[in-house]
């Protein structure tokens, strides 16, 4: 596992206007915008300018935010997860596995088309986690 974790922030379509004023008040660089229309994945016309994931931050300060997609509700306390990083497979699977157990899991643990294994998973105590294991390329 990467030595951090790192805050994940969910808008519900104002997430493109939260990046910019985080960015502005921490005075930091948006580091890369992408949106659901710009994904290999059957997208509504209204879906399409939210934001799929974007990162802004600079040196150790990190931030991840996105916006939920069309139908999946937002509400403070489910807005916030943390995203954790790992190096190796065995490890995404076992901490996924581990988390699930009495959680709740958003998204299956599965390879996606950005090429990593990921998943997003609510634990027993309400904790909402990204899980990504980056694949080579």
């Given at each position: 596992?990467?030595?951090?974790?790192?805050?994940?922030l969910t808008?519900?379509?104002n997430?493109?206007?939260?990046?910019?004023?985080?960015?502005?008040?921490?005075?930091?660089?948006?580091?890369?915008?992408?949106?659901?229309?710009?994904?290999?994945?059957p997208?509504?016309?209204e879906?399409?300018?939210?934001?799929?994931?974007a990162?802004?931050?600079?040196g150790?300060?990190?931030?991840?935010?996105?916006?939920?997609?069309?139908g999946q509700?937002?509400?403070?306390?489910?807005?916030?997860?943390?995203?954790?990083?790992?190096?190796?497979?065995?490890?995404?699977?076992?901490?996924?596995?581990a988390?699930?157990?009495?959680?709740?899991?958003?998204?299956?643990?599965?390879?996606?088309?950005?090429?990593?294994?990921?998943?997003?998973?609510?634990?027993?105590?309400g904790?909402i986690?990204?899980?990504?294991?980056?694949?080579?390329?």
């Amino acid at each position: 596992m990467k030595g951090q974790v790192t805050p994940y922030l969910t808008f519900d379509g104002n997430a493109k206007e939260a990046i910019d004023f985080y960015a502005k008040a921490f005075g930091v660089e948006v580091q890369g915008v992408q949106k659901f229309g710009e994904a290999d994945f059957p997208t509504p016309p209204e879906a399409a300018d939210r934001i799929m994931h974007a990162r802004f931050g600079k040196g150790d300060f990190l931030v991840m935010v996105s916006d939920a997609f069309l139908g999946q509700p937002v509400n403070i306390g489910n807005n916030v997860s943390l995203a954790v990083t790992f190096n190796s497979e065995k490890d995404i699977q076992s901490v996924y596995d581990a988390l699930r157990d009495g959680g709740i899991a958003h998204m299956e643990l599965q390879d996606t088309f950005w090429n990593s294994k990921f998943a997003k998973v609510q634990d027993k105590f309400g904790v909402i986690w990204d899980l990504d294991f980056p694949k080579a390329e």
